[in-house]
């Protein structure tokens, strides 16, 4: 009965949005960028001119690493699914691709719409918003 109720927590304290992340165009004062599923800015970093994440330690606390959460990505309102993909980190986690770009987050966007870091150079690279077309907004 233990284990059961605990199985029971555990599945309703997954959030349903986890089964599968999603990448989709929301209008912004730069123009229409890549958010998530909930609506929160994403980034990518120019110092990383393959599909290959070059984030990681200080630089991943700053800015977080968009991660697929178990299926593969989807392609939401406004993206062209071809675009959207992922790409395998150091320990076997996906992070979420669009155009070839490792997607990231900002460590203090933590609301819908919240683009704080648009054209910042940190880590060796700038890190810009991004168009529907997989382009940097610059």
Sequence with gaps: RMRLAIALLVVLAVP???????????ASRYGDILVDGKGRTLYLFTKERTKKARCYGDCARAW???LSKGKAPRAGKGTDGRLVGTTKRRHGKRQVTYNGHPLYYYVTDDQPGEITCQDVFEF???WLLVQPGGRPER
Excluded at 16 to 26: C, E, I, L
């Design 124 to 126: 060796g690279g700038t």
């Design 16 to 26: 349903a949005s986890a089964s599968a992340s999603t990448v989709k165009v929301d």
């Design 64 to 66: 977080p690493p968009f």
